[in-house]
């Protein structure tokens, strides 16, 4: 991870404030999920139904979820299809989640786009809406390979270009139809500096946030989400989960109407403690959540919180899981 990240992760953080442990109120924007272990879900009746219970325990509408042992050959499908309609008979919606760093290479492009192309196949085979995914969402961090060390402008570039060929593909996968392209970006992309300005498609260098704005704002016809992962123990004051995701939530206004961002926030067993609501308290995370959703009500870009991730947050919240008075 660049020096400016952990600069930036390992600044002054504000105490939580004590009304950190009011429990929350209902709120008006939906929760969003990150689900790494999908192998251990879909397919397991026991697995789903703990899942589909922490979700309405919890308030949570959207998941980005990890289908690519389904995905890899046709013997998951059938599995993944009866997950997905049970999700969206509950008025859920469901994102296929992929992520590896290297794919922002250019050599390893071809992976990524082979993964888009089997969803594609999956929703070939599909019978309706209820049986495919509402969108996909893209984990590819090149800030923690070591080429990023060494020339992280090249490597901004080979993400990039990635970007827009699983854009293209997106597109014509879409077919007109409803169909999400989502990223999950370090909040710090929206910077001016020698660690986050890279050569955009027109040849002008501005931070990476703009250029991928660009290529969005040239796809009018795609909606796209972006997951700032704005991890931080407090939601309010000077580097705060809202204070490092403002920029996003402004430049995705300008842009377009449809470009949709979610507030991360994590509960993973991380360094350092001041990004993570590991060992902390469920009331803590709720309280923060209700923050974020406080000081962005109203903002047309500003898509909600998302949870990050699902193994973590069922130990944070405790089980076995009950219903909280207002979600989280």
């Not at 995905?71 to 008979?89: E, I, Q, V, Y």
């Not at 060929?165 to 710090?188: S, Y």
Request: contains cysteine.
């Amino acid at each position: 991870m660049s020096y400016v990240l952990w600069s930036l992760l390992t600044g002054w953080l504000a105490p939580l404030p004590s009304q950190a442990e009011t429990p929350a109120g209902p709120s008006p924007h939906p929760r969003a999920m990150w689900v790494w272990d999908g192998a251990l879900i879909v397919g397991e009746p026991d697995e789903e139904r703990r899942l589909f219970g922490f979700c309405e325990a919890v308030g949570v509408r959207e998941l980005f979820l990890d289908a690519t042992t389904q995905l890899r050959d046709s013997t998951g499908s059938d599995a993944l299809r009866a997950f997905l309609h049970l999700a969206h008979s509950r008025g859920m919606r469901v994102h296929g989640l992929f992520g590896d760093a290297g794919w922002a290479m250019p050599e390893n492009h071809h992976e990524a786009l082979a993964w888009l192309d089997r969803v594609g196949d999956f929703h070939h085979n599909s019978e309706g809406a209820l049986e495919r995914f509402d969108g996909v969402q893209w984990d590819v961090e090149p800030y923690v390979l070591k080429e990023w060390k060494t020339d992280p402008k090249a490597l901004g570039r080979g993400y990039l270009g990635l970007i827009q060929k699983l854009l293209e593909r997106h597109e014509k996968i879409a077919g007109g139809t409803p169909f999400e392209f989502g990223l999950a970006i370090p909040f710090w992309w929206d910077r001016d500096g020698p660690d986050s300005v890279f050569v955009s498609a027109g040849g002008t260098e501005s931070p990476l946030l703009g250029c991928l704005l660009q290529e969005f704002a040239e796809r009018p016809g795609v909606a796209v989400h972006l997951a700032a992962m704005a991890y931080r123990t407090h939601a309010l004051g000077p580097n705060s989960s809202t204070a490092i995701s403002q920029r996003e939530i402004d430049t995705a206004e300008r842009c377009r109407g449809n470009v949709r961002v979610w507030v991360g926030l994590e509960s993973t067993k991380t360094e350092p403690a001041s990004i993570t609501f590991y060992g902390g308290t469920w009331a803590a995370l709720a309280n923060a959540a209700a923050q974020v959703d406080r000081f962005f009500a109203g903002r047309k870009s500003y898509a909600g919180v998302a949870l990050h991730h699902y193994r973590s947050l069922v130990r944070l919240q405790g089980a076995p899981v009950e219903r909280t008075e207002g979600g989280i």
